[in-house]
C-alpha cells in the first residue's frame, strides 16, 4: 500500500565495501587486470567464518549503494542503483530504506542484520505515517523489493528471522532462488573460459586468483544451484545434481556444497512449517526473464574428470529459467519482463509493478516494456586490444534519440560510440580497447524522461 515503508535490499556487489572511505572492490579489481597475485587481499575473508562477522583486518564498512556498473568476473554484474528510487515510485526520504551489507558474508547473518534494521525502520515510520499519510487504512507494514541475490536474504528474513509479521508484500528481481551455475564454476576454478578471449594463461591466473578469493565467502557457497538439475555429462541424457557423488564436480569443495544445501534446507522447512498452519501472509512478486541465454547447468566430460563448458537456457542473461521460479511461495508469482538481471533494478517493468503494489493493485503478468533498453555482450573478459561486439536492443530506437558512450571506469573523459542496426529492433557496435575497466551507456527518450542502461567490460 501507499503508506507501507519500502525497503530495497540489492544484490552481490550492490553496496560499497569501504575502508577508510576508499572503494576496496573498486581497488582489488583494478589490481586484478594488472596481474597482481594478491590483488583480491584486501577484499578476503579468513577460512571458515561461516554466520559470524568478521573481524580486523578482514571488517569492511558497508558504505552506499553501489552508483555504477561493477563486475565479479565470470560469476555476475551489477549496474548500480543510481534510478532506485523513481524505479520504486519515488517514496518520501522518510518512507524509503536501502539496506545496505557486506555482500561476501553468509545470508543468514545478513538476514539477521536485516531484521534489527527494518524493526527500527519500521517503529520509526510508524510514529511519522500520519504526517505524509492522514487517511491511510492501517498501520504501515513492509513492502521488501530485493534484486537478484538480495532475494535470497530477503526471503530467509521473511520466513526464518520473522520478517513475514509485518511484511506486505515481497518484490523480488531476478533472484536465483534455486542458485547460480556461475558460483559452481567459480569456486571449481573455471569462471573465466580461455576461449572467451583472454588465452589461456591470463584466463588460468584470474581462474587461480578468483578461487583462492571466493572459496572463503559465505555468500558464493549460498549462491551454488543445489535446488535444481544443474549438471549434464556428455554422453549421457539424465540430468544430474551437484550432490551427485557418481559425478561430484571436479575442483568444487565439497564444504561448500554442504554449506549451500544447509542455506537450501533451513529454509525449505521453515516455509513446510509455515505453510501446514496457512498461506502466506504476504503476497510475492517475481521479476524474471527468459528472452536472454543463461548458464543453465555445467556440462562434464564423459569420464566426469573435467568441466567442458556450459548449457545455457532460457533466462535473464544470469538466472535461467529453471532457478527463476519461486515454487517455495504455493503460488504463481511470476512477472515476465523483456529485461536483462542487470537492469531490472530500473527497468520500466519495476516501475509499473511498484506503481501498481503501492495503490493496493496487482501487477499484471506480463511487463515486457516496450520502452525499455538491453545491451549486451560478452559475460566473461575480452581481450584487450582485440575487436569485440555490443549489441542494443530496443524498441525503434532510433526514433527517440538514442545516445551512446564509452569511458574508463574511474575517468570523466566520454567518449561517443556509433551502433549500427543489423535486424529489427538490434544494433551492434565492433569496439577495441585497452587493459582496464570500461563502462558503455545507452540512454534513449521516452514520454516522460529517459531510460539508461549501463555495462561494464573488463578487458585483461
Known sequence: MRHD??????GFLGTRLCRDGRDVWARCSEQLIDSAAAALTEAALPPGLGDAPPEAP????ADTLLQVPDSVPGLLSCMGYPDIRTALGDPPDAQFVPFTYDWRLSNRLVARQLKTRVARELDRWRAEADAYYPDRPDDPRVILVCHATGGLIGRHYLECEGGRETARTLVSLGTPQQGLV???RLLAGHAVPAAAGPGL?????LNETLRDWAVNLPAVAEMLPVGYPA???EGKTRERRITDSRYPVPGLPGDAVRQALAFQEEFRSACDGHRRAGPLPYTVHCLGSVGFPSPEALVLSCDGARITGSLPGPGDGTVPRASAVAGWTGTDPMLWTGMRNTDLAGAPALRDAMLAIRAGRPPGGTLAGEEGIVLHLPRDPVAAGHPFVIDVL???LLRRNLRTFMWRSGRPDRQPLVFRPYETDRYRAELEVAPGRWVVEALVDRPRGRD???????AV
Do not use: W
Open 182 to 184: 556461475q558460483a559452481a
Open 452 to 458: 539508461r542502461t549501463d555495462v561494464t567490460v573488463l
Open 58 to 61: 578482514f571488517r569492511l564498512d
Open 231 to 233: 549438471v549434464r555429462v
Open 394 to 396: 530496443g524498441h525503434d
Open 5 to 10: 515503508l519500502v525497503v530495497f535490499v540489492p
Open 201 to 205: 594463461d591470463v584466463a588460468a591466473r
